[in-house]
């Protein structure tokens, strides 16, 4: 099992920054994909940004790419997610997903809600105007 606690969020003005925080505890952090989706009132869960466990490749959703940047740090079995330029648009609940230690050549694998199996309680992240 893997548990995930996330922090840092908070209510910011447009423009400005956050940094999330995703600790984990419990088997084998260091081999896992890890993950950060949102969820916004009334729309479906989406995927904003993954980190892979070998190479540390990152992916991100369009609507993030160039302002938000995911990071791990495996000796502190935590990752990050620096959102910078943040917008209303942002205003979410933001989980902190861990999936596999599955290697895959596609970003498609990254990005899909059933390649993770342990989330997180949510942090919520309001970006007002």
């Known amino acids: ?15 400005g920054s956050l940094r999330l925080s995703c600790a984990a505890s419990g088997r084998t952090f260091s081999r896992r994909n890890m993950a950060w989706f949102r969820q916004a009132p009334g729309k479906e869960r989406e995927f904003v940004a ?28 935590t990752v990050y997610l620096q959102m ?4 209303p648009e942002d205003t979410a609940v933001y989980y902190c997903a861990a ?12 990005t899909a809600l059933g390649s993770y199996d ?10 007002s105007s």
Request: charge should be positive; aromatic fraction near 12%; proline fraction near 0%.
């Open 99 to 110: 999936g596999s230690s599955t290697i895959s050549t596609t970003s498609a694998y990254y």
């Open 118 to 127: 342990y989330w997180g309680q949510g942090t919520q992240v309001t970006v």
């Open 1 to 15: 099992q893997v548990h995930l606690v996330e922090s840092g969020g908070g209510l910011v003005q447009a423009g």
């Open 84 to 87: 910078n330029t943040l917008k």
């Open 50 to 77: 993954a980190i892979s466990w070998i190479g540390s490749s990152t992916y991100y959703a369009d609507s993030v790419k160039g302002r938000f940047t995911i990071s791990r740090d495996n000796a502190k079995t």
